[in-house]
């Protein structure tokens, strides 16, 4: 096995999964653009890539645990450029469709592998802000790619330049890794390619997979709040800087908890971050109950509330990370990265419908009921599952 410093696998592996973020990112920007089809359309050529995502992350997941984390990086960051290129050659709406349906696979492989990567080249004390780390990179990069396509579109109406760009800076991480990143950890061939999606949780971890599974759906929710926004009467520059502030401040805020929590636990940091989302959702809910909507002042509880649910990721992925054995846990992050998918799915569904019929109040109160919801199905099997205590330096429970 070669012998790389950590901190430069660790930066190349960020800057791996920023570059990837960033060409989804403009992808999602430049489907409705490049394709002449209807919304009807869109939306499922723009769903099979979520939908491959999670039915390949679970036997993505024992593949890294079988044989090795750095070739199932490296084939997924070269597929994934490859298949970003070929979209630039046909505007045929099947041909695109199946390319970004295999493109979900290749996400899989990537995120799947780089979350345990991150796990072997991390211990209980730095494992915190080793996630935000990994989160940074990925608010980051789909901010650079929706710059990234605003930026190409603005100096040309060839949209197939732009898939072509995305896919070379692709191909760039692909090659750095082969440069500068070596396995961390043995291939473990001794066991069956049994794919179970639930190997490498325990009860305790188990039992937070409602409130990550709610989380990202209200991130699939998210996604939909610019169009909301613009529809409000938001200009579209200020929802642009928005946003762009928006995933920066996330970023920074995922480095700081996921630091506190390698601190203070990660059950206290956890518990930050939801008191957090339930302020933001409730003050946004009260300043958007009013017309005009009254933001301004508002800001104070919203800033506070957003910052504080910045702690949610880290915190999250740092206890799976604690808790999953070395043999596992590429199976355990295949089934966090199976809800991700999953609940960004149903979260753009939901949100696309609540925008429609209620817009932005709308979008607000779907997301604070999916919070609730989940966080009491979590409560309750923590409680069940006897774990209920928090300790420093360990993987405590949320409570």
């Given at each position: 096995m070669r012998r790389v410093s950590r901190n430069r696998q660790l930066f190349v592996l960020y800057a791996s999964m920023l570059v990837t973020r960033a060409g989804f990112g403009?992808?999602?920007?430049?489907f409705p653009l490049y394709l002449n089809v209807g919304s009807l359309g869109i939306g499922i050529a723009l769903s099979v890539y979520p939908i491959l995502e999670f039915l390949s992350a679970a036997p993505i997941g024992r593949y890294v645990d079988l044989k090795g984390r750095l070739r199932t990086l490296i084939l997924g960051l070269l597929s994934v450029s490859v298949l970003t290129m070929l979209i630039s050659l046909t505007?045929?709406?099947?041909?695109?469709?199946?390319?970004?349906?295999?493109?979900?696979?290749?996400?899989?492989?990537?995120?799947?592998s780089s979350?345990?990567?991150?796990?072997?080249?991390?211990?209980?004390?730095?494992?915190g802000v080793g996630m935000g780390g990994f989160d940074l990179a990925n608010v980051m990069g789909y901010a650079l790619g929706i710059t990234l396509a605003t930026t190409i579109l603005h100096l040309t109406d060839n949209y197939g330049i732009a898939f072509m760009v995305t896919g070379l800076l692709l191909l760039s991480a692909g090659v750095a890794c082969i440069l500068f990143v070596g396995e961390t950890s043995h291939a473990n061939t001794h066991q069956s390619?049994?794919?179970?999606p639930l190997i490498g949780l325990d009860r305790s971890t188990f039992a937070i997979l409602p409130l990550?599974?709610?989380?990202?759906?209200?991130?699939?929710?998210?996604?939909?709040?610019?169009?909301?926004?613009?529809?409000?009467g938001v200009g579209t520059s200020h929802v642009g800087v928005t946003f762009s502030l928006g995933a920066f401040a996330v970023g920074m805020g995922s480095v700081i908890f996921g630091r506190l929590s390698d601190k203070i636990g990660r059950g206290k940091t956890l518990a930050i971050g939801v008191v957090g989302l339930i302020l933001l959702l409730f003050s946004t809910m009260d300043a958007v109950a009013h017309r005009p909507f009254e933001i301004h002042e508002h800001l104070p509880l919203i800033a506070?509330?957003?910052?504080?649910?910045?702690?949610?990721?880290?915190?999250?992925?740092?206890?799976?990370?604690?808790?999953?054995?070395?043999?596992?846990?590429?199976?355990?992050?295949?089934?966090?990265?199976?809800?991700?998918?999953?609940?960004?799915?149903?979260?753009?569904?939901?949100?696309?419908?609540?925008?429609?019929?209620?817009?932005?109040?709308?979008?607000?109160?779907?997301s604070l009921g999916i919070l609730l919801i989940s966080l009491s199905v979590t409560g309750t099997l923590l409680y069940r599952a006897g774990a209920l205590t928090i300790k420093k330096h360990t993987a405590p429970s949320m409570l």
């Open positions: 403009s992808i999602l920007l430049l505007r045929n709406f099947y041909a695109v469709t199946i390319i970004h349906g295999i493109m979900g696979f290749s996400g899989a492989a990537v995120t799947v979350l345990t990567m991150i796990t072997d080249l991390t211990v209980v004390s730095n494992r390619f049994l794919i179970n990550w599974f709610g989380l990202t759906s209200i991130l699939g929710v998210v996604f939909v709040l610019p169009r909301s926004l613009m529809e409000s506070s509330g957003g910052l504080m649910a910045t702690a949610i990721v880290p915190s999250a992925l740092a206890y799976v990370g604690d808790r999953a054995g070395k043999n596992v846990r590429g199976s355990a992050m295949g089934i966090y990265s199976m809800m991700l998918s999953l609940g960004m799915a149903v979260g753009n569904l939901l949100g696309g419908y609540f925008t429609h019929t209620r817009g932005l109040s709308g979008i607000v109160e779907l």
